[in-house]
């Protein structure tokens, strides 16, 4: 099967412009993640999807990110305006259970922002 | 925060096995342990679980001490592409992962 697919790979914006990164999970599986990494820190989780709906978005650092998963399939995260301290590596996850089964990550999106 | 303490770093000759320790010790009786790994510049990649049997997969073995407070993950015999962070992450059942600093565990030739 595929995997979970993201991009861009990288981006490079400027600080107050837009950026918006997209998740494709594996077919099937209704629950996706986003987690991310800012430098020198560690993978932090953001928000969790069941099909469409937010299951748990208590990661989300600020009103700044916004994430959607319109009919339950791939997930975008719009970044609006961006700031300096969002560069880092965004990580897609999927899992077709929320139970005990581990997540299928992507390659992560790289965000600079200058 | 992470509940789980590894050492920052190892070395492994390639070839031998990697034992990379966790210690867990205010695990509760429904946390799963959990082992991921990070290659350079990929997403984290899932390894192995379990709650308190032993498990082995294709990849890796998992040992769980008996009072559940520390476990290993073995890699019976380490390549350079075994060369990764390695996180153990202690999960509620259903709950997300909170990933620590790992162990930067290098296999050298």
């Known amino acids: 099967e595929a995997g979970v697919t993201q991009f861009p790979s990288h981006s490079v914006i400027e600080k107050g412009q837009t950026v918006t990164l997209r998740c494709d999970p594996i077919s099937g599986h209704d629950n996706l993640y986003w987690y991310r990494r800012v430098m020198g820190k560690e993978i932090k989780f953001l928000l969790h999807?069941?099909?469409?709906?937010?299951?748990?978005e208590s990661g989300m650092p600020n009103n700044r990110f916004l994430a959607e998963r319109t009919g339950g399939t791939y997930s975008t995260l719009k970044v609006q305006p961006a700031e300096l301290e969002d560069s880092g590596v965004y990580f897609c996850a999927s899992s077709r259970y929320v139970a005990e089964d581990g997540y299928t990550f992507g390659s992560g999106t790289r965000l600079t922002v200058v | 925060d992470a509940k789980t303490t590894q050492p920052p770093s190892m070395d492994c000759a390639e070839g031998r096995a990697a034992n990379l320790p966790c210690n867990h010790s205010t695990i509760s009786g429904n946390e799963y342990v959990y082992w991921y790994r990070q290659i350079h510049s990929q997403g984290p990649q899932y390894i192995i679980h379990?709650?308190?049997n032993n498990e082995t997969n294709e990849m890796a073995s998992l040992i769980i001490t008996e009072d559940r407070k520390s476990s290993t993950l073995i890699l019976p015999h380490a390549t350079l592409r075994d060369t990764a962070v390695y996180y153990c992450i202690v999960r509620p059942y259903g709950q997300n992962f909170v990933f620590g600093p790992g162990t930067r565990l290098s296999v050298l030739p």
């Open positions: 379990g709650l308190k």
């Open positions: 999807f069941v099909k469409e709906s937010k299951q748990d």
